[in-house]
């Protein structure tokens, strides 16, 4: 009697682990398989960092500038004598030696007649000086010069903006329109991921973290993104 209540007992106990060990089997066999995530790159691009403004004051300065002033003039010329400025000692030199050749004789006669032109072109010379050239004319001329003058000007802005939910300032070359650039920041846009399963390795890019790992589904990976081919 006991040897058969030990009997069933043995039974019992095989009966549980083939099928604990079955139970397992096919959990083994029908959950979803996983690929092991080697490396997730994050993919970044650069995005402005803005601010809204709330005010801005101009920044002032005394500065030394200058300035071309230009206005019209009337201006008195004289038309150009045939012989510029010397033309009475050009003429008396003329005539002074025509009456010194009227007298004597012989070398006398050339004596009065270089005497003659001397005095005639010295007599000329002064004439000239005393006289004021051709005849008259009046012109309008643009005249123009350069002055110099303290002037007031910008140089910048003092900037109160608000990024964030928070208050800042800043000071800026320009004026600012509603916005204003603040900087620089990188902005992920995907992930370059590596992964490994039954021996293979591959890649793919995904809009967002993929963890550790990633599901199989038919022998391939089972997410959206952008395969590379695997590795052996």
Known sequence: MEDKTMNKTVLAVLAGVLVGGGAIAAYNTYSTPYAEVVSATPITVKEPILGDVVASNAITEMRTGQREVCEDRVVETRQPERFGDKDGMVIGAVVGGLVGNQVGKGDGRKLATVAGAVGGAYAGREIDRRHEGG??????????????????????????????????????????????????????????????????????????????????????????????????
């Open 135 to 232: 005849r008259k004319t009046t012109e309008v001329q643009r005249v123009c010069q350069t002055v110099s003058e303290p002037r007031e000007e910008v140089v910048g802005y003092d900037v109160t903006y608000r990024s964030e939910g928070e208050l800042g300032s800043i000071r800026v070359d320009r004026k600012p329109g509603a916005q204003i650039q603040l900087g620089e920041r990188d902005k992920i846009v995907g992930y370059d991921v590596t992964w490994r399963y039954d021996g293979q390795t591959g890649r793919l890019v995904m809009d967002e973290d993929p963890g550790s790992r990633l599901p199989i589904k038919d022998g391939v990976i089972a997410v959206a993104g952008k395969d590379t081919p695997p590795k052996g």
